[in-house]
């Protein structure tokens, strides 16, 4: 077995394990901290197929920012004491059905795929190469991202907003 | 002067059976290990293969513990002694650490053509490790001495004789041997991890950051976003450390430096988004070569729009590092110690390492992106003879024009620079922390980001208005230089008078 094969099963092992973590953990912040496992060893996972600025923007987006993000707003909503989840029963019964039927389509969609033979090594994409791409042949969907991206900060704006149209709080001040 | 001595260390450790039967095992074990060491040795050369291999590596493990266990008891029994020749010897230890440690992180870069990128990468976390310890420990002892200077004291004094060098190695000991708290009712498994959570991605900095062309870790061609991940990252270690130590002084802590960390991280993302737009790259070493022409190629100095976002990463680099003005995780006079109230002992020392880590990164990284990398201020094309030269060309090449050095000194610098500051301004309130990241640098950054686009849409390099741009650039930046040497000369002027009476006497404006 190659040293790539070791590190790839070691951070296999990671993934998987943080993931089980974050779904048995009772603790949210638990929750929070196998979170940043699973998805720090899928960065790694990243770096170690050559996909830098892939693994770079897991780390920075996901670890570094949205986690912040959610443990941020745990902290602020639950109590220090932290809160006790326990599934009931039929919400257990219907993510273990939902959980079932994804394991099969996934595991239909690996079998099925004629997986090419991998190349000697894997090429490493520049950065530059990918910003061209994004902006000359993949202009559209990027476009409709940043768009999506704008929708969704006015949502949050909206959200944010007092009761009402937020004239009490102006007037108080 | 009252000296701090190894009699006094020791003094009330030993009660006056415990040492002499401590030096009785020792010794006896330390025998029994040679004795164990012979015979294997005399197994060992009458086998052959693998049985040989396994003798050998079993006969040199008894032999160090032989030798561990009798030096111990030695040092025990001749305590005094040994103390004695250490504190003479100290000074001499500390350079060679400091000697071993950048032969350590040099090495790598002898390796870099035989591409065994496991020993590579080995030696270059260990490199890493040996220069973060190091430099911690300096900048901790450094920083009482300015704050000291400061306020009109002396700073440490006593340990290691010399204006207290070894104030931090004593830190240290100390540390390492204090009882390792847990706080009741915290979650103590989640506080145990939160100390390594926030030092592993400081430690993780140094791979991707150059110290020269060179002399990095991992040359990645996204460096510098895996710096500013890293430098993301370490929040989590912060926000899990005050979760978990159920307190509340701890947990505002760990708010305030989630809130402000991430709202810095915009005018941050920013102001480092100039230098790109200038270099068309995110990789650290081609960053640097751009600016090896001397200190008026520096990209602080080429146009205003790039002198503008050098100070504005220098100010979010301070909030990101929770420094002073911007020191609200810690603050000390309101909230203890902030996230670290409840650590002790090695915890509590992992979180001061991975700050000051992320104090030298940032200087280190303000130094790459604007202020000339690894190149003195000289332009690099005048001793580019020596680059290819005998080796003591070469090594002088390192020191005058370009080299590792460079770097460091000029993270230093930068990390100074913060230090003074910390020491200088007041703490602001959460709020103008937030009001002046949103209502200042935010529009302050965006604006220089977009004039420096349309700079390089209109302005061509060669022309007059570039020229005239890079010069009153550069003539600020000398300015400023020329300012702070004159600031540092009248201070070592007058380095013997108080504080009150120097302002009274000497300052403008009195």
Redesign the interface.
Known sequence: MS?EAVAFYLLALLAAGSALGCVFAR?I??MA?CL?GALGAVALLYFLMAA??LG??Q??VY???T???I??GV??TSR?A?VQLRPKLIEAIGGAIVCLGLLAGLVTILVRTAWPAAKASPQ?Y???QLGNELLSTYLVPFELVSVLLLAVMIGAAYLAQPEGDGKAIRDKR | MNTFTTEDALRSRWSPDAKPRAVRWLAGLGVIAAVLTVVLWFLASRLTGVGYVVGIIATVATLLGAVTFLGAAAVIQFSTLVGRLLFRLAFLIFLGGIGATIVIAWIPALLWPQKPL?VRDVLAVIGAVGFVSIFASFAIWWERKVAGRIQSRLGPMRVGGWHGWAQSMADGLKLFQKEDLMPGGG?VS?FR?AAY?AFVPALGLFIALPFSVAWVGRD???GL??I???F??G??GV??GG??S?N?WS?YG??RE??Q??SYEIPLGFSLLVPIMIA???RLTTIGELQSGGFWTWLAFRNPCTLIAAITFLIATLASCKRAPFDLPEAESELVAGYMTEYSGFRWALFMFAEYAEMFAAGALAAILFFGAWHSPLPASWGAAWASGPLWQRALHGVVFSGPLWLIFKGIFFVYVQIWLRWTLPRIRLDQVMHACVQYMLPVTMVALLAQTFWELLVRDGSTLAFVANVLCTAVGVVAFIGIIRFVVYGLRHRRQLVGTLAIEHLPGS
Do not use: E, P, S
């Open positions: 040293g603790h912040v638990r901290l940043l830098n600025f770079v923007v780390l920075i670890a570094g920012g986690l912040v993000v443990v941020f902290m602020l220090t932290g490493a520049d950065v530059a | 496991v979650d989640l991890m959570v990645l061609d996204v976003i895996f500013v991940a890293m993301g990252l929040v989590i926000l899990l979760w978990a159920n509340k947990m760990a708010m989630a809130c960390v991430i068309g790259t995110l």
